[in-house]
């Protein structure tokens, strides 16, 4: 069975500095992937960065950077120089290896940007 | 990217009757969606898979008799709430990987909020 664990109910970072939101998993399967969603008040689920298990090199997007350690099993996110509109939740999330695959939820980690 | 909606947005209804949630993939087609539900500040919960053109995929624990879900085609996968209750008051949300598009991402429809007085 497929399990993700955010151990950071809730973060207070000041504005502009750079966070991580921490993100293990544990899983049989060889091949999967991992996913991080921010979900503002709104309700809206934002797809933010993804990582293959296979991916040689750690995922990037913008201000977002996966740290990946797939020996440790940790999928950590990082967002650099964070802004006031960075408050939100944060789910961490895993998927089989096929698209089609169901994607689990870890339980999220509230994040609020201190201006 | 791709869109999913969800409508309605909001729904209120009375103990007792049935809530049908649409969920639609605008620009692309699904062979394959999900259904989840959120409590207030707690994570998503997955209900369901929903297959097009077969019979849904229930989580252990998700009543599938309460819980009814129709893939009726490529770009529509409705969830039915029957006989609702308070206790499933809570957030829907449903979500869709495109089907032969390039993007690994799931995309997730606005959600649905359902109180049930």
């Known amino acids: 069975a497929q399990k993700i664990t955010q151990t950071q109910p809730g973060m207070f970072v000041q504005e502009k500095e750079a966070v991580t939101l921490d993100c293990t998993y544990d899983?049989?399967?060889?091949?999967?992937?991992l996913f991080w969603y921010k979900q503002p008040s709104s309700g809206e689920m934002i797809f933010l960065i993804y990582q293959g298990s296979y991916d040689q090199q750690n995922a990037t997007e913008g201000r977002y950077s996966l740290n990946f350690q797939k020996a440790r099993k940790s999928a950590n996110l990082v967002i650099s120089a964070s802004q006031l509109g960075d408050s939100a939740m944060y789910f961490c999330a895993m998927r089989g290896k096929n698209r089609d695959d169901k994607i689990i939820f870890g339980k999220g980690t509230r994040l609020h940007i201190l201006p | 990217g791709a869109v999913v909606s969800q409508h309605p947005s909001r729904v209120i209804c009375k103990s007792g009757t049935s809530v049908k949630i649409e969920c639609r993939s605008l620009d692309f087609q699904a062979t394959t969606m999900f259904w989840y539900r959120q409590f207030p500040k707690k994570s998503l919960m997955l209900m369901a898979t929903s297959n097009e053109g077969s019979k849904a995929t229930y989580e252990q624990g998700v009543e599938k008799d309460k819980f009814l879900i129709n893939h009726a085609s490529l770009t529509l996968s409705t969830l039915t709430v029957t006989s609702a209750h308070p206790e499933d008051s809570s957030f829907y949300i449903c979500?869709?990987?495109?089907?032969?598009?390039?993007?690994?991402?799931?995309?997730f429809g606005p959600g649905t909020r359902l109180t049930v007085l």
């Open positions: 979500s869709a990987p495109q089907a032969g598009g390039i993007a690994d991402e799931q995309f």
């Open positions: 899983t049989s399967d060889p091949s999967y992937g």
